[in-house]
């Protein structure tokens, strides 16, 4: 069965940071290009990084770059979102997607284009 599983979400203080990570099952990662996206209340997706199947080429939305890093361990099957200086506009649920690897597109995150889920990690930023 495959399967994204996000973790590492939680409350943390405007500031402050946090480490996200989605393990997969069921499929090998080096087969995908991977990206984070997140939901807000009230908001639409948005992609929040994306990057290749070997984590040499990421792409950051406007909002989160120098704050946020994707990286991928590929022999653990596992993406990472490092955020840091958060903000409470960073609230959201955070879920982890993968497309295959041919299908990455450099320069953008578009959700509609992955088509492998997780579940989500809520993240609340407080002020």
């Known amino acids: 069965q495959v399967q994204l599983k996000e973790s590492g979400g939680g409350l943390v203080q405007a500031g402050g940071s946090l480490r996200l990570s989605c393990t997969a099952s069921g499929l090998s990662l080096v087969d995908y290009a991977m990206g984070w996206f997140r939901q807000g209340p009230g908001k639409e997706r948005e992609g929040v990084s994306c990057i290749s199947w070997s984590g040499g080429i990421t792409h950051y939305g406007d909002s989160v770059k120098g704050r946020f890093t994707i990286s991928r361990d590929n022999t653990k099957n596992t993406l990472y979102l490092q955020m840091n200086s958060l903000k409470p506009e960073d609230t959201a649920n955070y879920f982890c997607?993968?497309?295959?690897?041919?299908?990455?597109?450099?320069?953008?995150?578009?959700?509609?284009?992955?088509?492998?889920w997780g579940q989500g990690t809520q993240v609340t930023v407080s002020s």
């Open positions: 997607a993968a497309v295959e690897r041919m299908q990455f597109r450099a320069g953008y995150c578009p959700a509609k284009e992955y088509n492998i």
